[in-house]
């Protein structure tokens, strides 16, 4: 193998890290009684609730239709899955330290294989979960109807549309067994003949591809311990929980808007590296929005923690409605944005 295959190669086993620390998938459900949507975050050591409360109401509408209740204790995969990707990891470096061509065609196959199982126990899982149903105690009973979501793509499901695709994780996956094998086929060829190294560098460019294509996404809050970046208070209440986040994907957290908006007119982070602003939804304490989609009140009798009395809701309606049941007035993100602390706590536009 050469110096350029060796290196491709070892990035794309440390690629795998990302499974680690990002969900591997993403389902969405999404209906009219839930017009924010509900989902499921697959993990590589858990499943979890897109939003704070998302896995209970799904295992409770899940209930009603017979579905068994996902318990990711219960799920024998969750426990196996991290030693085989630390397994690919490690495999893959000792083919890079090694240079050997076999063990660079072996890893290939290898992940190959673990990747179709993979995809092929996701499918049996949901199989199971979607036509194994308690219709005896369902008190919902649609005769041959079955609930199975899709492993890629979008279905109807009563009057829920189910998409699912992969999220960071996956994505990290399929951009590292790609790599190796574009950095398989390079080598392949340059032991067959003295040809160009093309495609050894076609497979650099996937791996930076996938990186550039790692979108950073706002991390949960831990209410109770989590700190606010800017007054450094103990971030307790969802209603007034916001986020920045960077294009290196570092997380700032605050207990609320004004702070947010405070450490942001400060430059603490210049401009060009905020990659997204967000903050809650006061209609669903917890939901993350976009703030430059988001709707605001501020009110003198709207308690939040630093005094600035502002709240964020996901639409017009409901900014409205709880405006005039508070005296307040409704504001757009830009308008909040010049909003900011003074060093005596107090705040000023």
Not at 90 to 111: D, E, H, I, Q
Not at 137 to 149: E, L, N, R, S
Not at 234 to 246: E, G, K, P, W, Y
Request: proline share 5%; net charge negative; hydrophobic share 45%.
């Amino acid at each position: 193998m050469t110096k350029q295959s060796r290196i491709t190669l070892a990035l794309a086993s440390l690629l795998l890290v990302l499974m680690y620390v990002a969900p591997l998938w993403n389902i969405t459900l999404e209906a009219p009684q839930y017009p924010e949507g509900l989902g499921l975050k697959i993990m590589l050591t858990d499943v979890q609730g897109q939003k704070q409360h998302d896995l209970r109401n799904i295992n409770n509408l899940n209930h009603y239709i017979g579905m068994k209740e996902i318990q990711p204790d219960a799920i024998p995969e969750l426990k196996v899955m991290p030693w085989i990707v630390a397994f690919l990891m490690a495999f893959g470096l000792l083919a890079a330290l090694s240079g050997k061509p076999a063990l660079l065609y072996a890893w290939c196959v290898v992940f190959f294989i673990v990747a179709i199982a993979g995809l092929v126990d996701f499918w049996l899982w949901a199989y199971d979960y979607g036509h194994n149903l308690d219709t005896e105690h369902a008190a919902i009973k649609v005769p041959g109807m079955t609930y199975q979501p899709p492993i890629i793509g979008s279905k109807k499901l009563l009057n829920f549309t189910a998409h699912s695709w992969p999220a960071l994780g996956g994505w990290a996956a399929f951009v590292s067994l790609g790599a190796g094998f574009l950095t398989a086929f390079t080598t392949w060829r340059s032991r067959k003949s003295a040809g160009p190294k093309g495609l050894s560098i076609a497979a650099a460019a996937v791996l930076v591809v996938g990186f550039a294509g790692c979108t950073p996404e706002p991390q949960p809050f831990v209410y109770g311990e989590d700190q606010d970046a800017y007054c450094r208070m103990t971030i307790s209440d969802a209603r007034f929980a916001s986020q920045v986040v960077t294009t290196t994907g570092k997380a700032y957290k605050f207990d609320s808007i004004e702070c947010m908006s405070s450490f942001l007119a400060a430059g603490t982070v210049a401009a060009e590296d905020v990659h997204s602003v967000w903050v809650s939804d006061a209609s669903y304490p917890g939901a993350l929005i976009e703030a430059g989609e988001a709707q605001f009140v501020r009110s003198d009798q709207i308690r939040s923690p630093m005094g600035g009395g502002l709240l964020a809701f996901s639409t017009s309606d409901a900014a409205r409605q709880h405006a005039r049941q508070v005296s307040g007035e409704v504001l757009a993100w830009q308008e909040v944005e010049g909003f900011a602390l003074t060093d005596a706590g107090t705040h000023r536009h």
